[in-house]
């Protein structure tokens, strides 16, 4: 079955940077775009990036170019979402998410996704 | 950007009754090349993350009940649950994947 298995819960200073990981399994992993979508806390879902697991094209939403980097490694079907120069209103749940574009420059919808990981962002 | 806004904010229906959530893109995401709605509607419940529901708009994704249909074109889009069980209480979430991908609001669904 399909699975998306992140990384845990992370507590960063303001400034710092923080590595998510989303591991999946049970499907074809170059067969797939992975999207990265957060929700902060009590709020609504924002897309935060696509990558093509096919040729490593990103997409990044313009509000975080320059501070969101996505990679993914194909020897261990893993994706991976870098944040960095954090502040307190990017504490939130981070998803990992399958897309259903491969290739290309831009996303399509998400059929399933991780479990979440927690950024709290506070000194 | 695309804005997504979803209609009601909150509903609240009774069991066995139709639930109709509302979703207005602030321009057109019908792709006319091949005729095809980039929409997709999610449901999320507490702890969880969304469930993708239906996608092009009104594809229903598999597994998904089909008291869950989706309609709409161009600018407007409709998520009908055509009878209310206990186990669809959630937030509900249009997306639109034309452009930059943005999610709707969303609408707290309870039972009345």
């Known amino acids: 079955q399909v699975q998306l298995v992140q990384s845990g819960a992370e507590v960063k200073n303001p400034g710092a940077s923080v590595k998510v990981s989303c591991k999946t399994s049970?499907?074809?992993?170059?067969?797939?775009?992975i999207s990265w979508v957060r929700q902060a806390p009590g709020q609504g879902l924002e897309w935060m990036g696509w990558?093509?697991?096919?040729?490593?094209?990103?997409n990044y939403p313009q509000n975080l170019q320059g501070r969101v980097s996505m990679t993914t490694d194909t020897s261990t079907s893993t994706a991976y979402m870098e944040l960095t120069s954090l502040r307190s209103d990017d504490t939130a749940i981070y998803y990992c998410?399958?897309?259903?574009?491969?290739?290309?420059?831009?996303?399509?919808?998400?059929?399933?996704w991780g479990q979440g990981t927690l950024l709290t962002v506070s000194s | 950007d695309i804005v997504m806004t979803q209609s009601p904010d909150s509903l609240a229906v009774s069991l066995g009754e139709r639930a109709t959530i509302n979703c207005k893109s602030s321009?057109?995401?019908?792709?006319?090349?091949?005729?095809?709605?980039?929409l997709a509607w999610y449901q999320q419940k507490p702890g969880q993350p969304p469930k993708l529901l239906i996608y092009?708009?009104?594809t229903r994704e598999s597994g998904v009940p089909d008291r869950f249909s989706g309609s709409g074109s161009g600018t407007d889009f409709t998520l009908t649950i055509s009878s209310l069980q206990a186990e669809d209480v959630a937030v509900y979430y249009c997306?639109?994947?034309?452009?930059?991908?943005?999610f709707g609001q969303g609408t707290r669904l309870e039972i009345k």
């Open positions: 998410a399958r897309d259903l574009k491969a290739s290309g420059n831009s996303p399509y919808y998400f059929d399933y």
């Open positions: 049970g499907y074809i992993f170059l067969s797939y775009g």
């Open positions: 990558i093509s697991t096919y040729n490593g094209n990103t």
């Open positions: 321009q057109s995401v019908l792709y006319n090349s091949n005729n095809k709605n980039f």
């Open positions: 092009w708009a009104s």
């Open positions: 997306q639109q994947f034309y452009t930059t991908p943005t």
